[in-house]
């Protein structure tokens, strides 16, 4: 069973048109698992109505509509469905140079000159189409559905709570009423929680303009976390920040053993994923992280003023993470241990 990919394409020259048309039909006649189905358009005159009425998976522009196209069009389309829309756009021009620079290139913004192979292209929309950001991300995806559900079952009983809050801090409480009730949504799977992603566990970069507790931090080509309060860095009470340093050796040495499929390396990262080592907690490994061990025994303290002079933000911990990194450091220091018990005395008691 085949899945359909829907592409809106907006090009003004004919023959271009036509070169994508069959390019298109000779990939659907090939391909039997992804099929492409495009509506083209000479300009943006319908394409409001097209993004609302139906799922859109990309967007492939042109810059210029023609001779007339003084302003390159293409451009403020661009602008306005990266503003409005949650749908990934290719640039397929002769005239990329007219393009504005507002904007990075990513996986969903890309850049292809108009005698680049329309079938390279093609594969490149099914490469991101396979990740699912569509079902998930896209209009009508499983973020609208669950935003309704938010709407009607909760939102809708509870709203007259938000009438006599001050105005310009209504839609941020209301924003994050909803996402909670969506986040604890996503995490529950039937009746037990799902799994994370290792690369869930970073937010990078990150929201906050200043070093925070649970960030990763470079000081001097050093990886910190910071450990201090979250509390007493939100209020400015932290004089001097608690950080705890970073090790990268012995992850990378153990992920070389693992690429190798070395069945000790796997029980001994197993290990780490499940912190059980007191001493250490793992940062897993991730395409935007390389992965490394937290270790509580090398603590650093920096003053607040040191800290925001010399070091910036690598990445933050997300903060469902950052509270067990918390939790765990503070009970490796308030352990208080017995004297060590003679198992041989207890063997022969129970012996006898």
């Not at 006649?29 to 000479?42: K, L, T």
């Not at 396979?130 to 991300?137: P, R």
């Not at 809708?156 to 941020?172: L, M």
């Not at 007493?232 to 499929?261: H, R, T």
Request: charged fraction near 30%.
């Amino acid at each position: 069973m085949s899945e359909t990919i829907r592409i809106i394409i907006i090009e003004d020259d004919e023959q271009q048109k036509n070169m994508y048309r069959d390019a298109i039909e000779e990939f659907n006649y090939e391909n039997g698992v992804y099929v492409f189905e495009s509506v083209m358009m000479n300009d943006d005159e319908n394409l409001p109505r097209l993004l609302y009425e139906d799922r859109c998976d990309c967007l492939i522009i042109d810059l210029n509509w023609g001779a007339d196209d003084v302003s390159n069009s293409g451009n403020r389309v661009i602008q306005t469905i990266v503003k409005n829309k949650r749908v990934p756009i290719v640039v397929m021009s002769g005239n990329l140079n007219l393009l504005e620079e507002d904007i990075s290139d990513s996986n969903f913004f890309t850049k292809h000159d108009r005698t680049d192979l329309f079938s390279d292209v093609l594969n490149e929309i099914v490469s991101i189409y396979q990740t699912g950001y569509t079902k998930a991300l896209g209009y009508s995806g499983k973020i609208d559905e669950l935003l309704n559900e938010v709407f009607w079952k909760y939102l809708s009983s509870n709203i007259n709570h938000w009438e006599n809050i001050v105005n310009g801090t209504k839609e941020k409480r209301i924003l994050r009423y909803a996402i909670t009730r969506i986040n604890e949504m996503l995490t529950l799977e039937g009746e037990k929680h799902d799994d994370y992603n290792a690369i869930e566990f970073y937010i990078k970069p990150s929201l906050k303009d200043k070093a925070f507790s649970g960030d990763i931090v470079i000081i001097e080509d050093k990886k910190y976390i910071i450990i201090s309060a979250s509390c007493d860095m939100e209020q400015d009470n932290a004089e001097y920040v608690v950080m705890c340093k970073i090790e990268f050796n012995e992850i990378a040495s153990l992920l070389s053993k693992v690429k190798e499929d070395d069945v000790k390396a796997k029980d001994r990262l197993r290990s780490f994923v499940n912190n059980a080592k007191s001493r250490y907690h793992l940062l897993p490994p991730c395409r935007i992280f390389p992965g490394a061990l937290i270790d509580f025994q090398q603590v650093n303290c920096i003053s607040r003023e040191e800290l925001d002079e010399k070091c910036s933000v690598f990445a933050s911990v997300l903060p469902v993470f950052a509270k067990d990194i918390h939790g765990r450091f503070s009970q490796y220091y308030g352990r208080q241990g017995q004297p060590q018990l003679n198992l041989d005395d207890i063997i022969t008691f129970v012996k006898k």
